[in-house]
């Protein structure tokens, strides 16, 4: 790649991607926040540390970007179209679908957590946050969850 | 279990592989801003508000006492102009003298009486002069050669310039007697409503725009000043013209404006004689 910025990108863009994904409703949603993104980084004079610096400031500007969009009032002010998300097992599609229906907070710890295996610390400094915070909504984000997903006695997820 | 689960169900999601296509690009073609020091923009401000049009000034009249040059710019129509023309007259251009002008070209006091006149292309306009009298437009920058003998002078000067329509015209004006000295002017016709700065700096005068609201047409003594009704429009361009003032020892006339540029050349007339000539225009 000719450029650093076309070099993270290209690294990072599915990562954003799916960390939009988690974060909004559907996949249109998503690529307008990932583009939102990415656009700030090209434009940004920020002077970064290392990779894991950007890495940790798309992260935070992804779930910033997706508040934003919440909070937009065109958001507030339209319904958006219903977009289902097929999956080769139903056990993803319960997951997924569990996992959207979290609050925005609970969302972004578990998708770190779990998706990006960051620790607390990280998520915590990512996020901007205390450690005891990540770690008190990712207690609850785990029980909303099990709520959801606990079925019989042959559940997947009985452990949760 | 949750944690496989949930990212294999992740990893199943196709990002889309356009945008990120898109984005790849923006990022080759993205050039950052150049940063411009504040003080840049500030010494441009300065520039563009002191000098909207910057042509070097034509003299017209360099071997006689020249001490004036003015220019108007008026709405007057181009009939209402009192004008000889000189290809019309027969007089050679160089030596005419009000004697030899027709008496229906005279008035009462010897000066140039009204004459309808119709505008003729510019380049024919230019052709007589050369011919006849060797005289420079006002393109071009040499002094006339014109053997200046108080009043009785008739300098014919050939404003150079026209818009695409009209024509300048050349005009002859002669103050009589109480004069002292001998005047000429020459105009041109701009568009309605709009007065092209440059249009008017090869006439001898320096646009400058000395506020938001106002220009001068300046060279040496003369100056004409000009209203901008549209300031935002001024910088470089077009503006649209309200009213001219021209001023005269303290005298201030007043003319409408914005249809026809009139530039006088005045070499020692006196402010009776440059009051009437005014007056004339206007009329």
């Known amino acids: 790649l000719e450029n650093e910025k076309q070099y993270i990108i290209e690294k990072y863009y599915d990562m954003i991607y799916r960390l939009a994904v988690s974060q909004t409703q559907g996949s249109v949603h998503a690529e307008d926040v990932v583009q939102d993104v990415f656009l700030k980084y090209i434009q940004s004079v920020k002077e970064f540390d290392n990779e894991e610096h950007i890495k940790a400031w798309l992260i935070r500007v992804t779930i910033n970007c997706a508040k934003s969009l919440y909070m937009s009032s065109w958001f507030t002010k339209t319904t958006p179209l219903d977009e ?77 | 279990v949750f944690s496989k689960i949930y990212k294999q169900a992740m990893d199943e999601i196709t990002p889309n592989e356009d945008l990120k296509a898109s984005l790849l690009k923006t990022a080759a073609e993205y050039k950052k801003p150049k940063v411009i020091p504040l003080y840049k923009y500030a010494a441009t401000a300065a520039a563009v508000a002191a000098v909207v049009v ?70 024919s306009a230019k052709t007589v002069l050369t011919q006849s009298t060797q005289v420079p437009t ?16 008739v300098f014919v000067n050939d404003g150079g310039i026209s818009n695409d329509e009209e024509n300048v015209v050349p005009a002859a004006m002669n103050f009589g007697e109480d004069s002292g000295g001998m005047a000429a002017y020459s105009r041109m016709v701009v568009p309605e409503d709009e007065l092209l700065l440059e249009e008017c700096a090869p006439m001898g005068f320096e646009a400058v725009v000395t506020d938001e609201k106002q220009c001068s047409f300046v060279n040496g003594e003369a100056r004409i000043d000009v209203s901008i009704s549209k300031s935002e429009d001024f910088v470089g361009d077009r503006v649209d013209v309200g009213e001219a003032e021209v001023w005269k020892n303290g005298e201030t006339y007043t003319l409408a404006c914005g249809e026809l540029c009139v530039q006088i050349i005045n070499s020692g007339a006196s402010d009776e004689a440059v009051k009437e000539l005014i007056e004339n225009i206007v009329k």
Not at chain 2, 138 to 153: F, G, R, S, Y
């Open chain 1, 84 to 160: 289902e998300i097929t999956f080769e097992m139903e056990e993803k599609s319960d997951v997924y679908y569990a996992v959207h229906e979290l609050p925005l907070k609970y969302r972004s710890v578990i998708h770190l957590f779990y998706y990006e295996e960051m620790s607390i610390k990280e998520i915590a400094e990512v996020l901007k946050t205390k450690e005891a915070t990540v770690k008190s909504q990712l207690l609850r984000g785990r029980q909303m969850l099990k709520e959801k997903l606990k079925g019989g006695e042959g559940s997947v997820f009985k452990d949760l």
């Open chain 2, 138 to 153: 006002a393109l071009q920058a040499e002094a006339i050669p014109t053997a200046a003998t108080e009043d009785t002078e």
């Open chain 2, 54 to 123: 910057s042509i070097k000034a034509v003299p017209y009249i360099t071997n006689v006492n020249t001490t004036e040059i003015r220019s108007i710019t008026t709405q007057m129509q181009t009939e209402a102009v009192a004008t000889v023309r000189p290809q019309e007259t027969g007089i050679p251009l160089q030596s005419a003298q009000m004697s030899d002008l027709p008496q229906s070209e005279k008035n009462g006091n010897g000066s140039l009486a009204e004459q309808k006149v119709t505008p003729k292309p510019k380049s």
